[in-house]
């Protein structure tokens, strides 16, 4: 009889360095090395050595007081990612969230995530929500994910889909945007428009935002004139 196939333990120490990196990128601030062991339900001294390793290779870095948070290593690897997508959207980013005030954000389907690939947050504004590149959800939550899923087939959402969900999808087709209020964030409203581009996974420019003059309407428009822009420029 045939042995079954088991992880090797080198699958699941990569696997387990890559859910480290995951853990950082969603976490609001720095964390200490229990923590991560916690959350990888892992051993300290397991937690330790790979973060060790990620430390080796400049993915993750530790401050003084040996809090972790990811490293700059890990910035200029993000940058390769649909790098002319990035470069094409971010002065538009960066236009948006100076006008508005708001943080804007390019966000991109990932299996069955919304990942954050690119962030920018107002110059002047008092305050503004924090939206890190490498931060991700369910795509089935929040303003960005229903815009996506405005450009997925319904056979290929996730089974999570609620009718909820397909509703508020079904509006933001019709009206060309969605809106999410305390979806991802407690307090936290966003709007996205879709950006769909030949040869890109589909994806969504957003704002992030705790109050607002502007209302969901006015925001869109601005925003679907720069996903109009970075579509003319990519896709000619």
């Not at 196939?5 to 964390?31: H, W, Y």
């Not at 290779?57 to 002319?84: K, Q």
């Not at 980013?93 to 006008?99: C, D, G, R, S, Y």
């Amino acid at each position: 009889m045939p042995e079954t196939s088991k992880p090797s333990p080198a699958s699941q120490t990569l696997s387990r360095g890559i859910r480290i990196l995951e853990v950082l990128a969603d976490a609001r601030g720095p964390l200490t090395i229990d923590e991560i062991a916690k959350r990888l339900d892992v051993h300290r001294s397991i937690a330790y050595r790979l973060l060790r390793t990620l430390e080796d290779h400049r993915l993750i870095a530790r401050d003084a007081a040996g809090t972790v948070s990811l490293g700059a290593r890990m910035a200029a690897l993000a940058a390769g990612v649909a790098h002319d997508l990035q470069a094409e959207a971010l002065p538009e980013l960066t236009a948006v969230a100076n006008e508005l005030g708001m943080t804007c954000f390019l966000a991109v389907l990932d299996g069955a995530e919304c990942i954050t690939l690119a962030s920018v947050e107002p110059r002047h504004a008092v305050a503004s929500v924090a939206q890190r590149p490498g931060a991700r959800h369910s795509v089935t939550v929040g303003a960005p994910g229903k815009a996506i899923l405005t450009q997925v087939p319904a056979a290929q959402w996730p089974e999570a889909a609620s009718e909820a969900l397909r509703a508020a999808v079904a509006a933001a087709t019709t009206d060309g945007y969605a809106t999410s209020h305390d979806e991802v964030i407690p307090t936290v409203q966003s709007v996205a428009v879709p950006l769909q581009l030949r040869g890109q996974r589909p994806s969504a420019i957003a704002v992030v935002h705790v109050a607002s003059d502007l209302d969901d309407a006015a925001i869109a428009t601005r925003l679907q004139h720069s996903a109009a822009l970075i579509r003319h420029a990519l896709d000619g």
